[in-house]
């Protein structure tokens, strides 16, 4: 069955270093979408992407952050500037379509020290 | 702010009773929702999904019930076996975004052997 996969699994960074968490969406899929959930508390959203630019992003997803889709394979969530408060999980998802369900990857677990 | 939230964080219930996870939700405008199974350590796993223009989605064991004129969604689930142990999200979406989904506060379900 096809799969989002997300490397690395744990990524530890000190505070103020930039880390770049990278994502295989299915290959089919054209929606790419990266979420967080900080320890305990709900999945929120950051950022979609389609057709190569963002589609629509959340209040949460400033400046520090960025996408990019660097070849036809891979789906990448770079933050700048590390914060301990950035201290979370990021799941990857993709979907075939704007409507349909979105699958998620099994996250990388952020820890900024 | 329009969000999404749960009624009870935690449910503890028998193997082999039926759950019933309840989410209430306040956006209007939103036409499509999913129920997201989470096992520590991983990535939310889909249920099942309903369209606003459904009142009632069958699955294998799973039972969603949309209520649009109270903004209820329930997720029944029945026999619960130990596997069904997790925390349960419910999610919707605006019908005017991308694809982007807004997540509730999830209720852990624990069932007892």
């Known amino acids: 069955e096809p799969e989002v996969t997300q490397t690395p699994s744990h990524q530890v960074t000190q505070m103020g270093q930039e880390v770049i968490l990278r994502c295989v969406p299915i290959?089919?899929?054209?929606?790419f979408y990266w979420y967080r959930q900080i320890l305990g508390q709900k999945v929120e959203f950051l950022v979609s992407f389609y057709n190569n630019e963002i589609s629509e992003k959340s209040e949460i997803f400033d400046d520090q952050f960025s996408v990019e889709r660097p070849d036809g394979s891979n789906f990448t969530l770079k933050i700048r500037s590390t914060k301990l408060e950035d201290s979370a999980m990021y799941f990857c998802?993709?979907?075939?379509?704007?409507?349909?369900?979105?699958?998620f990857g099994q996250g990388t677990r952020l820890t900024v020290v | 702010g329009e969000s999404v939230g749960l009624h009870l964080p935690t449910l503890s219930v028998q193997e082999g009773d039926n759950s019933i996870i309840n989410c209430a939700y306040s956006?209007?405008?939103?036409?499509?929702f999913i129920w997201y199974k989470q096992e520590s350590g991983k990535g939310p796993q889909f249920i099942i999904d309903i369209r606003s223009n459904m009142d009632k989605r069958q699955g294998q064991r799973v039972t969603v019930l949309l209520n649009k004129t109270v903004k209820h969604l329930s997720l029944q689930i029945a026999a619960t076996q130990p596997g069904d142990s997790a925390v349960y999200f419910c999610?919707?979406?605006?019908?005017?975004?991308?694809?982007?989904?807004?997540f509730g506060k999830g209720t852990k379900l624990s069932v007892k052997p």
């Open positions: 290959s089919n899929h054209l929606y």
């Open positions: 999610a919707e979406r605006d019908r005017g975004s991308q694809g982007n989904l807004i």
């Open positions: 998802a993709s979907s075939e379509a704007r409507g349909s369900e979105a699958f």
């Open positions: 956006n209007s405008a939103s036409d499509y």
